[in-house]
Each structure stands twice: as structure tokens, then as C-alpha cells.
């Protein structure tokens, strides 16, 4: 039994020193490699769902230009760890009633076409994709999970009461992501990089990262009930602390509602799926 306790503690010690932790000391007990695979599953169900109907790329392919652009400009960013190690797909899901996004691990992204038709122009949406690129990137959904469920998995894979559990886990997580609710930490997190993001971004796009705290400000007029918010709640204080990291950051301040923003976003708007 002694023994068997020592090997216990050694085993997880040495779980613990080999799961990584990343600059900001998110422990996370799962491979960068299994947030990919969640990912995968999580979109192999989705593509099963009614409830996700995901637009194909044939019948708006201009939208899925604009979309793709968009994201190329934020990935050239030296603060994105994953980013070779991700696919960074993206895809347009056929609501315009629902204004949210939302990012699988692995960082697949699903924007709704409600969100695309309710925002004013591309330095808003730049931010909404940037701030749920930050969310694959800092691995907070598997974060979430080591916190709910490491310490079982380590006890369970170690005495092979349930060799199915990790099996079980990536199910249940793959039904509940598009809800997922993260932590206040996890979303304060997410908007500092995605001002980081923008901000290295701006160079060529003039994606001014003050488009981030625009778009706080716009769901911020709106009712509660936007779902967005549900997933996304808090947006007050957050406006102020995304403006103190690009301030100290120095980003350029032009007008997000200059031109270029906004008959380029029109652009992308029109070519949806009118619904
Ligand atoms: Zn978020």
C-alpha cells in the first residue's frame, strides 16, 4: 500500500512537471495535440446538428474570402503561440438572429451571420474574431477542463477503473462548446491578446484594436438577453481594460468608422446569404 502511494504521488508530480503551463500560468493537463482533436470531434457532431447550420462554402464564397482575409491579418501576429499547430478554420453559421461567435480548441471559429449583419464595420468584427482566436490560443477550454476534471483523470488513468473516461470527457465537451461559459480570467485574457492581436495587425489592415472596446460599447446599448452576452458577460469593465492595453501598447487611434472599414465590411455583408 506504501508503495503503491508513493508511486501515486511520483506519478502525478511527474503528470504535473510534463503538463504545460503557459506564460500567464495556465496549467493544462491535456497535449496541444488533444485540443485539436476535441476540436475535430466537437465539428464532426456539429456537422450532424441542426442547430449549427453551417452555410458551405460554395454558396457564399465571397463571404468566406472576406472572412479568410480577416483572419490572415490577425495570424500574422508574433503574440498567436499556435499558429502552425492550428487550423484556424472558419465558418459561417446561417442564423441572423443570434448574435455571437464562438472557438473550438484547435481553433476552428464559427461566427454567426447575426453577429456579421449587427456590426458597423470591420475593426468591430476584427475584434470579435481576434478576442475568440485568443480563446483557442490561450487553450482555455482545456484549461476549464483540467480544472473540472484533472485530478480524476490523472486517478483514473492510473488505476484503470475507466480507460473510456478521456472518451467520455471529449463527448461531453463536444456537446457543450458552443455554450461554453468561460471565466471572468478567461475572458479579460482573451480581449488583452485580441488587442494585442489587432494591434500587430494594424500595420497594413489599420485594424485600430480600440474597434474592440467599439464593439463592447455597441452590445452594451443592447439588452441583455443578446447571447453574447450570456456567454460574454461583464462588458463595462471590460471596455476600460481594453483601452488601457492598447493605450500602453500605443496603437494607432484612427477612426474606426473611417471609409475603408466601412464599405469593405458592406462588402462582406452583402455577400451572405440573404435569409
Ligand atoms: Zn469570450
Redo the contacts with the bound molecule.
Keep these: 500500500m506504501k508503495n503503491r502511494i508513493l508511486f501515486l504521488s511520483l506519478f502525478i508530480v511527474t503528470m504535473v512537471l510534463f503538463s504545460s503551463c503557459d506564460e500567464e500560468g495556465n496549467l493544462n493537463f491535456f497535449t496541444v495535440e488533444q485540443d485539436v482533436e476535441f476540436g475535430e470531434e466537437f465539428h464532426a457532431q456539429l456537422l450532424q446538428d441542426q442547430t449549427y447550420p453551417i452555410i458551405p462554402e460554395a454558396s457564399a464564397p465571397e463571404a468566406y474570402t472576406h472572412l479568410r482575409r480577416i483572419r490572415d491579418a490577425l495570424l500574422q501576429s508574433e503574440n498567436i503561440r499556435y499558429k502552425t499547430e492550428f487550423s484556424w478554420d472558419v465558418y459561417l453559421i446561417d442564423d441572423p438572429e443570434t448574435l455571437n461567435a464562438f472557438c473550438v480548441p484547435g481553433g476552428k471559429m464559427y461566427f454567426y451571420t447575426g453577429i456579421i449583419k449587427y456590426l458597423e464595420n470591420e475593426a468591430q468584427f476584427a475584434g470579435v474574431m481576434a478576442?475568440e482566436m485568443a480563446?483557442a490560443d490561450k487553450r482555455h477550454a482545456t484549461n476549464t477542463m483540467t480544472k473540472t476534471y484533472g485530478f480524476s483523470i490523472l486517478l483514473d488513468a492510473l488505476l484503470g477503473d475507466d480507460p473510456a473516461l478521456l472518451a467520455d470527457i471529449a463527448a461531453d465537451l463536444a456537446l457543450g462548446l458552443g455554450e461554453l461559459k468561460?471565466s471572468r480570467d478567461h475572458?479579460y485574457e482573451?480581449d488583452e491578446f485580441a488587442v494585442k492581436y489587432t494591434n500587430d495587425a494594424s500595420g497594413e489592415n489599420d485594424y485600430y484594436p480600440k474597434g474592440i472596446a467599439d464593439f463592447f460599447i455597441k452590445m452594451g446599448t443592447q439588452t441583455t438577453s443578446l447571447e453574447f452576452l450570456s456567454t460574454?458577460p461583464d462588458p463595462g469593465n471590460r471596455i476600460d481594460a481594453i483601452n488601457t492595453v492598447w493605450t500602453e501598447l500605443g496603437s494607432p487611434t484612427g477612426s474606426t468608422t473611417d471609409a475603408i472599414y466601412v464599405s469593405r465590411y458592406n462588402e462582406f455583408k452583402s455577400s451572405l446569404p440573404s435569409k
Design positions: 478576442h480563446h468561460f475572458e482573451a460574454h
